[in-house]
């Protein structure tokens, strides 16, 4: 684990209008990891994850990636900084193939990398080779939320936020994006994964962070969390 976290957030205040939705949030993200942020729904998990890609300004606090602030910065300063942001509603482009979902989002890393190019990208997702013709709006939902996520790999990113990234799909296609973030784990790709469905994280997460009411109010291993019945009847339970 490198001394220096691939994310790190101090402090951070975030307020939509007159309401402040983030208070003094703060964790760390350090590369290999993949670290859960859960917690109910509207207790700003997703805006943390716009917050550190630039989508939402913070009022207050620091967001360092790889050890350098980046508060204030504009969203494509931060995804070359190397931050792949991997959002709720997918975002894809539906009037293109898929293969031009892929070749738009192709980038090297900030140091030059091109691990990710369109051969691996077709190795670890194979469920897209076949596909590569059609157009983005055909698939169903799990296959455009693998489009997306094969999408921001692309672009060769340090560190992959993914919000709710098991939200609205079928039992047997989170089962195949759970699959994936293992294997993602275990190629060392470092992860922040927004979630509200705990047990999703569990086989997948190193580390978690559970945020309630713009707070975060726990923080340590996935396997003590696990153990932990009163943080997760008191800020998980539905």
Known sequence: MSAVPVIEVEGLDVLYGASQILFGVSFAVHEGQTVALLGRNG?????????????????????????????????????????????????????????DNLLIAAKPGRHGEQYWNLKRIYEMFPMLEPMRSRMGGLLSGGEQQMLTIARTLMGNPRALLLDE??????????QRVGDLLRKLRDMGVTVLLAEQNMHFCLGIATGASVIDKGQIVYSDTIERLRSNDDVKQRYLAL
């Open 165 to 174: 990234p098991s939200e609205g799909l079928a039992p047997i296609i989170v």
């Open 43 to 99: 207790a700003g998990k997703s805006t943390t994850l716009k917050a550190i890609a630039g989508l939402v300004p913070a009022r207050a606090g620091r967001i360092g990636i790889l050890g350098t602030p980046m508060q204030g910065r504009p969203a494509h300063a931060i995804a070359r900084a190397g931050i792949g942001y991997v959002p709720e509603d997918r975002q894809i482009f539906p009037e293109h193939s898929v293969e």
